[in-house]
């Protein structure tokens, strides 16, 4: 009785903080913080238009560049080209003017990469160049070596470029000859990794491509960055064409302006059309006192870098509004900042930076803790400054709430107050980890659903939903036939053996070392899912309240190993059943509040998501390289073999069936999942493409900084009422809970009866129930400080992380189980070898090719059956009755059989 009072109590304190939520007010924008600083000027009076900037071994390096040092043109003077090299070595330190160029340069491209700051293209004295020139700072002798690389295919300057991997891509415009504009577009790439000394014979030269589909341009702006995978492209925005007169000069009055933007996809080879530049809404001034009012803005020659995982920010540009002005009367170039958001291809106002320049580059300082680095160029036109500007981006600190901290704080406690309760009822490693058989079925359900989803989807999948598609959904579809397969073959098995652990099992059908491999697999890969439902849970609540994502990790992962050290696996059942009430209805009111502030509601936000893609359900791909893809028979397939693992050869999930008091009580548990799984996982997909809408509609509202996988975090803390925030927040720690309590309780469970009861190492019962709390507390330990470290990478879904992860791990050992099952065969040797053999293909498919990580499970799985079964044929069978541990059971034997006689290990 006291359980269920329990669960009804946790539910109710859910429905009062509903009706107690306060309305929020108008939802804020908060969007990063610009921190603008100003670094030692460069050591020239005039400045730079066109230097080459970029990073190498820590230092900043500045070369290059044209200005007019006697007097501007109508005042008789010229330009002036240089060769000069200047460095710098920190924000605090001085300019060095450190060697020459070749040759005097400006208006090319320069890319910073690991083996040199390269110069591309450009030109000398007005005159276009083809050379490519890599700069390598030595610190230690302070001094620039400087070595030539294969030139372009043809002089161009004016030009702009990124790199992906360690491929230079260069988009270029020439005119041809007696041409008076640029008529010839050029698209080039370059594989730095075939460069003499990068450790490959291969000839390096510069290939063609097939050009943006756009006019052709110069001065345009060119940034890389992802939309939501691993992947980058390259993005094109604006750029002019201008047409010269007979005598060289350019025609003012007939420049051409462009505001149309593309992506380059190199996986595909292929261009996209992009959003076009925006529209300033109210008309105001962007240069001088004139307005621009009704139309879009050009950027030509702005600089623009990627930040975050998802925008590109684009500094200043002139938009040609006063071109045709005389030069010595044309105002400053804009200072604005402009952000585009590559997810849902909308433009947005960020900021303004403290000087508006032209025709320079943007760097990042990876040293200085990555300082975005904008040195000199053009402040109008003719004329530049030595000025060197410097910005952080810093993601506003929120404020959480009483209220929210209030729900939170009480949620977290009533969870631990369980943790207490159940601990008094726990009296015996029966009790421990298997709840003395006394869990109710639906309860038993709830709480494998809640560990299957976790945070890994109430965080990732609607991000994963958000940035891409639906193409994950129909993987949700496979849970069916898995839970045929676990209902009338895996539960009978498990509970036939009447098992503790599932690699029982494997001891009494092949051997102990088969047994303490398949657990020692599982052990693993349960500490590497627990650093990552950490993590996601950690980088919500950094979104939502002042503290970092590591002081949220210790909190969460501290609160966990609590509860689940004293109460064992019945306190984890029951409060993974309050939780995936918390998360679903968590779920439901965020979706209510997204349709509620999207013009149109429900019907907007259903045309939109299918307009643009984001309710794809299926690539229907089955050409022959489709297995690098998500193509729908990849997915399906993959997924198949990932729930046949979690459903049949995970601990944490046989644990569930062996905490219902009979048979029938666990498959029972098993439809409840298979349900939920299906109609439950479709709300994460809803959610996620409502996200996309939503931001798209309020471009302003996204944090250019955040991680993709923040974004849902992003919605709750910004634009919930006070009280369902810190509801939904709760529910976020309920996913994060449900799957690390179980990871410690399911794991301390396997060291203890796979590696500890064998060797005897207690006296007696009570023994191993204090050593369980201890591997419990351990490993929740171990699981944190692997979270911990997660925080330093730079990973763009976590969802595919841990799918590959469950492949490498789970795949292998799901073929163990199955080649037991289902052959009369198999032996110990093929059991131990196919179980090696599967880890090792597995592992080198990861690293040698390109496969989807959605096969990683089938191909683990298949290899160690097929490489089992075929070794076992190869040696002698074992002479030992294993036909009631396999499909072949005398049919006495069908249903709930007698218990076979226990290994020692029991």
Not at 270 to 290: H, K, S, Y
Not at 562 to 582: F, K, M, N, R, S
Not at 866 to 895: C, F, H, M, Q, W
């Amino acid at each position: 009785m006291h359980r269920s009072l329990c669960f009804w109590g946790c539910t109710w304190l859910f429905c009062v903080a509903l009706t107690v939520a306060v309305p929020a007010d108008e939802p804020k924008a908060e969007r990063a913080t610009f921190q603008w600083s100003r670094l030692p000027d460069l050591p020239d009076p005039f400045g730079f238009g066109g230097p080459y900037v970029g990073t190498h071994h820590g230092a900043l390096i500045v070369a290059g560049g044209a200005n007019f040092p006697h007097g501007m043109p109508w005042e008789g003077g010229s330009k002036v080209w240089y060769d000069r090299l200047f460095v710098l070595e920190s924000p605090a330190g001085k300019w060095q003017s450190i060697g020459k160029l070749p040759r005097r340069l400006a208006y090319g491209v320069s890319i910073s990469t690991g083996g040199g700051l390269l110069l591309i293209g450009g030109e000398e004295d007005g005159t276009p160049v083809a050379d490519v020139t890599r700069l390598q700072w030595d610190p230690r002798n302070k001094q620039v070596e400087v070595s030539k690389l294969p030139p372009l295919p043809k002089p161009a300057s004016y030009i702009a470029g990124g790199m992906i991997d360690s491929v230079v891509y260069i988009v270029a415009s020439t005119r041809s000859e007696g041409a008076d504009r640029l008529d010839q577009k050029h698209f080039w790439s370059l594989d730095i990794a075939q460069l003499p000394g990068a450790g490959t014979e291969q000839d390096a030269r510069w290939r063609p491509l097939e050009p943006w589909p756009g006019a052709p341009r110069h001065k345009a702006v060119v940034a890389v960055q992802s939309i939501g995978s691993q992947a980058k492209e390259l993005f094109l925005f604006s750029g002019s064409n201008p047409r010269w007169q007979g005598d060289g000069s350019p025609d003012l009055a007939s420049f051409e302006q462009f505001t149309d933007a593309y992506r380059f996809t190199p996986k595909k080879n292929a261009w996209t059309r992009l959003a076009d530049l925006p529209v300033l809404e109210d008309g105001r001034e962007i240069e001088g006192q004139e307005r621009f009012a009704g139309n879009r803005r050009p950027v030509v020659a702005a600089t623009a870098i990627d930040v975050g995982q998802s925008h590109i920010l684009v500094f200043s540009g002139s938009t040609g509004r006063y071109i045709t002005r005389p030069i010595e009367t044309r105002p400053l170039f804009p200072r604005q900042v402009l952000a585009y958001h590559t997810i849902t291809d909308s433009w947005t106002k960020v900021g303004k930076m403290p000087q508006g320049v032209v025709t320079t580059t943007a760097t990042r300082w990876r040293e200085q803790n990555d300082l975005v680095v904008i040195p000199s160029g053009e402040i109008k036109p003719g004329v530049r400054t030595p000025t060197v500007q410097a910005v952080a981006f810093l993601s506003p600190s929120p404020e959480f709430g009483t209220l929210n901290y209030s729900i939170l704080c009480i949620y977290l406690l009533a969870m631990v107050g369980i943790g207490g309760l159940f601990a008094l009822r726990t009296k015996s490693t029966d009790d421990f980890f298997r709840g003395g058989q006394r869990v109710p079925f639906w309860v038993a359900g709830l709480s494998i659903f809640a560990t299957m989803l976790s945070s890994i989807t109430f965080v990732a999948l609607p991000a994963k939903a958000y940035a891409t598609d639906w193409l994950y959904y129909p993987a949700q579809l496979t849970i069916i036939p898995v839970a045929l397969v676990v209902v009338y073959l895996a539960i009978p098995f498990f509970r036939q053996i009447d098992a503790t652990s599932a690699y029982e099992y494997l001891e009494k059908r092949f051997s102990r070392p088969v047994r303490l491999i398949g657990s020692a697999q599982f052990v693993l890969f349960q500490i590497g899912r627990m650093a990552i439902v950490m993590y996601l849970p950690a980088l919500a609540m950094a979104a939502i309240t002042p503290l970092t994502v590591i002081q949220c990790i210790l909190i969460m992962g501290m609160l966990s190993v609590i509860y689940c050290t004293l109460g064992g696996v019945e306190a984890v059942v029951w409060t993974d059943a309050i939780q995936t009430v918390v998360l679903m209805g968590g779920l439901l009111i965020a979706l209510a509040v997204i349709v509620a502030n999207v013009d149109g509601g429900v019907a907007a936000v259903y045309s939109t998501a299918l307009a643009d893609g984001k309710m794809h359900l299926a690539n229907l791909d089955f050409g022959p390289n489709s297995f690098t893809t998500n193509a729908l028979w990849v997915i399906l397939l993959g997924m198949f073999f990932q729930s046949l693992y979690s459903y049949t050869s995970d601990q944490a999930i046989v644990q569930r069936y062996m905490t219902t008091r009979d048979e029938r009580g666990a498959r029972r548990a098993m439809w409840t999942t298979a349900w939920m799984g299906v109609f439950g996982s479709l709300l994460f997909f809803v959610v996620g493409a409502a996200l996309y809408v939503f931001y798209k509609s309020h471009p302003a509202r996204l944090d250019p900084v955040m991680k993709t996988d923040a974004v849902f975090p992003l919605f709750i803390s910004h634009e919930l009422p006070v009280g369902v925030a810190g509801l939904v927040v709760a529910g976020i720690f309920a996913a994060a809970q449900s799957t690390i309590s179980t990871s410690m309780n399911s794991t301390a469970t396997a060291l203890v009866t796979d590696f500890c009861m064998p060797l005897g190492l207690c006296k007696d019962d009570h023994g191993y129930l204090r050593l369980g709390r201890i591997f419990t507390f351990a490993l929740g330990l171990i699981g944190t400080l692997f979270a911990c470290l997660l925080d330093l990478y730079d990973i763009k879904s976590m969802v595919d992380q841990f799918m590959m992860m469950l492949g490498l791990f789970g795949g292998p050992l799901c073929g163990l189980f199955m080649l037991g099952m289902l052959t009369r065969r198999a032996n110990a040797t093929g059991g131990l070898m196919g179980a090696l053999t599967g880890l090792a293909v597995v592992w080198c498919v990861m690293i040698f090719t390109p496969v989807s990580f959605f096969l990683y499970a089938m191909i683990g799985t298949v290899t160690t059956f097929v490489a089992g079964y075929l070794i076992s044929l190869a040696t002698p069978s074992e002479d030992k009755n294993i036909l009631p541990l396999t499909i072949y059971r005398p049919k006495g034997l069908v249903g709930s059989p007698p218990p076979l006689p226990k290994s020692s290990s029991s």
